[in-house]
């Protein structure tokens, strides 16, 4: 029997997809867009087929593994759930419950996939990582700025006459802005990109700005420069609603064009005509990527860009804003972490979490669990997060595939994909919350992490987790959004916008900052040991050169993948035998690397092995090596990365890193 049923990609991207998912006689047959989605529209990315190829992929692990010895033997949930739950309570009655650290992150989105917060919370408390390995820093910067986390609706996107995509590289991460930016400059818009690597959009006419990797907020405080020297402020907004315009003034008075020039390796007359543009010609919007902030300067940074807007009286008005992330679903679901049971708990940064578990001794950490994460692969410096899952007695791994996080774990727990469970997801990008149904029944013996963790909780008499149907708990969420019009049976029609959310950020110009204003000038900031007002500070790989790393190393998101995700589903004959090193063609002849070469690439840390691709993209004194590819494929550059934190959010520097490139 054939059946068509509504889904939603849960993906951690921009999108969430709208997808229509077909099976026949339980199974699924077919993968496509939904053309009735608002926002997507049927146009969905390449990855969408891999959720079919990874569902009923030969590599999939369907039934529990407990290790021994060098190799892994075969078990049964019981013994599974025994063997865990008897390990957390020996841990807590010998060191207590932070002895534990739970890794979890949004592999795969869904209320109920992150239910195992609530588990540990019901324990007692963990240890947490805090922070983010992707957008920490520039959330926290927002937060000062703004006082809180609001975006335009992407369709506002038409009613701008200058749009900024400042580290935004639509084509290989948010494919539906696409049409939007075509729309605005089909409407006369001018799209400029300012990124180190000369993005494609399909547009024609994009100016681009390529700046010194991590320099960003020095050509921000620039054009600042130029816009209250030649008074193209909008003087009625900063009176009104801006916080310590004056000594932000004076601040950059002598941050001109041409150190900002020096610093970022732009011409001085491309800075004054992006100043004069930007201020002019409005509205103007700004639309963050976030490579830009993954350096030791990243929250200065972000700041630094969020006071163009503030200075011109870009904040509030359609077709402008500093359009970074929203947290508007957040702020209106009923909460099931169940933080209110945690009795303690421990937080380590997230981008130093394995020099932190390994300098942790009290307590020490005894067991790492993960969920919905490959940290092995993804944390930055690889050999330190070796080590530190070598250092844990027991290392519990909640998956679908033996990945290099999993290779490393004690007991190894098959999960069930979005296909094969019910929840709801929602987007951090856009407004919209869907219903992801179970198409069909759980392959082989996985289970939902929802299932996992309430066998568990039984196992060790947590009454307080709350043994509820997954119906129920999705009910629970739900609840505090029923007066909206939004319950369970309605999002089986299909997706829902948020009617509480903005279409134009901040439109009502009431920021939830201490003073009310938007905050230039930050006491918060100050709190923290920072410049309370926006400035720079050169990233860790240019304050101290070392000319035996001379390259910056940037390691970007892959567009056929997500993270570490589906590059195990790659045929071995599609996939290049080691990775791709993409390095301008001028820099490759200077030193005598033809294409197809293979190389070390280097940096204090470690080096790895690659091929040589020439790539005409990206600047002369950039290397280009994309994220994700497990270790075990030969992948494995974070190796190479650094795991310092960054100023503000304890986000990561991956891109703070030198490099060198030889035979």
């Known amino acids: ?58 590599q999939r692990i369907l039934h529990p593994l407990v290790r021994e010895g060098s190799g892994w033997r075969r078990i049964g949930w019981d013994e599974a759930l025994d063997l865990w739950a008897g390990k957390l309570e020996e841990i807590k009655h010998r060191y207590g419950t932070t002895a534990v650290l739970h890794h979890d992150a949004s592999g795969s ?51 701008s006459r200058t749009i900024l ?39 024609s006419n994009v100016r681009h700005v390529c700046p010194r990797p991590g320099t960003d907020g020095a050509l921000a405080l620039g054009i600042a420069h130029v816009i209250i020297a030649e008074n193209l402020v909008d003087k009625k907004f900063i009176e009104q609603h801006v916080l310590g315009y004056d000594e932000f003034a004076v601040s950059v008075r002598n941050f001109t064009p041409e150190r900002a020039a020096e610093i970022c390796d732009v011409p001085v007359e491309k800075i004054i005509a992006l100043a004069r543009r930007y201020a002019t010609c409005g509205p103007s919007a700004i639309l963050f990527g976030y490579g830009m902030q993954r350096y030791t300067n990243a929250g200065q940074t972000v700041r630094c860009i969020d006071a163009l807007a503030a200075i011109t009286g870009n904040i509030g ?7 970074y992330v929203h ?147 999705l009910q629970k969420a739900l609840a505090p959004v029923v007066a909206l019009g939004i319950d369970l049976e309605t999002l089986k029609q299909g997706p829902v916008r948020n009617p509480a959310a903005p279409r134009v950020a901040w439109a009502d110009r009431r920021f939830a900052t201490p003073s009310g204003k938007y905050e230039l000038y930050s006491q918060q900031a100050a709190g923290l040991g920072l410049e309370p007002l926006p400035s720079y500070r050169h990233p860790a790989a240019l304050s101290q050169p070392d000319q ?77 090596i994309f994220q994700g590819r497990w270790a075990s494929l030969n992948g494995g550059v974070n190796f190479l990365t650094p795991d310092a934190v960054s100023d503000l959010g304890n986000g990561s520097c991956y891109y703070d890193c030198r490099c060198r490139i030889y035979r």
């Open 548 to 624: 035996n790393y001379p390259f910056y190393l940037l390691t970007p998101h892959h567009r056929d993948f997500t993270h570490s995700q589906f590059w195990n589903l790659v045929p071995p004959d599609s996939l290049s035998p080691l990775p791709e090193v993409e390095i301008h063609p001028d820099t490759a002849a200077s030193l005598g690397l033809e294409t197809g070469a293979e190389v070390w690439v280097e940096t204090p840390r470690r080096r790895i092995r690659g091929i040589v691709k020439p790539a005409e993209d990206i600047r002369p004194d950039v290397i280009r």
């Open 165 to 203: 995509l400042w580290g935004r590289d639509p084509a290989y991460t948010n494919i539906h802005l696409l049409e939007y930016l075509r729309q605005a400059a089909s409407n006369g818009a001018e799209i400029i990109s300012i990124n180190p690597v000369r993005i494609q959009t399909g547009i």
């Open 1 to 58: 029997m054939k059946k068509v049923y509504r889904s939603a990609c849960p993906q951690d991207c921009y999108a969430s997809c709208g997808l229509l998912v077909y099976t026949e006689n339980g199974r699924v047959t077919d993968i496509k867009g939904d053309p009735d989605h608002p926002l997507t529209r049927g146009k969905v990315c390449g990855k969408v087929r891999r959720h079919l190829d990874r569902l009923y992929s030969s």
């Open 109 to 159: 989105n869904g209320i109920l996939r992150g239910i195992g917060k609530r588990f540990f919370n019901v324990y007692g408390g963990v240890t947490v990582p805090e922070g983010s390995l992707c957008w920490a820093s520039g959330k926290a910067a927002q937060l000062l700025d703004f006082g809180g986390h609001q975006m335009h609706e992407w369709d506002d996107l038409t009613n």
């Open 317 to 323: 008005v359609p077709g402008g804003g500093a359009n």
């Open 327 to 473: 947290q508007h679903w957040k702020q209106f679901l009923a909460d099931l972490s169940g933080r209110e049971y945690a009795k303690s708990g421990r937080t380590f940064p997230w981008p130093a979490l394995a020099r932190y578990i390994l300098e942790a001794d009290d307590p020490p950490v005894r067991c790492i669990v993960v969920t919905r994460s490959n940290p092995v692969t993804q944390l930055p410096d690889t050999n330190r997060v070796r080590r530190a899952f070598r250092a844990a007695d027991f290392v519990v791994v909640i998956d679908f595939f033996l990945n290099d996080t999993a290779a490393m774990a004690d007991l190894f727990l098959p999960c069930t994909t979005f296909l094969e469970d019910e929840d709801i997801v929602v987007c951090s990008w856009n407004n919209y919350i869907s219903y992801t149904p179970a198409v069909i029944e759980p392959q082989g013996e996985s289970k939902s992490d929802l299932a996992i963790f309430t066998a568990l909780a039984e196992k060790m008499g947590l009454s307080d987790f709350g043994y509820l149907t997954p119906r129920e708990w």
